[in-house]
Structure formats: C-alpha cells, structure tokens
C-alpha cells in the first residue's frame, strides 16, 4: 500500500510537523518514497541526481 498523498494533507493539517520539518509556508507537493520494489529490472530510466535535504 502507498500512502505518499497523505503526507500533503497531514503537513496541511497539522502546523507544528510543518514547522518541525522546517517548511515555513511552503506547501508540500509530493514526497519520496523509500523501499525496495517487488520485482527487478535490468536496467532503469535514468534520472538527475536528487537534490535531498535530510533533517
């Protein structure tokens, strides 16, 4: 199950993890998800190298 559309609303919802996750009035447009997939490839798409800011 993905739940990565909740993550808009709880932020939304709820300001003091807004402000805990350091976004100000910022409005949350998506997230990452981190997992391992059910299956393999042999190769992927290639992709920009992420621009990530842990906190």
């Known amino acids: 199950m993905l739940y990565s ?4 609303r709880i932020t939304e919802g709820w300001k003091p993890l807004k402000e805990w996750l350091g976004l100000g009035d910022t409005p949350v447009a998506c ?14 798409a290639p992709r920009k190298k992420a621009d990530i800011s842990w906190r």
């Open 5 to 8: 559309g909740y993550i808009q």
């Open 31 to 44: 997230c990452m998800l981190i997992g391992y997939p059910a299956v393999t490839y042999k190769r992927t």
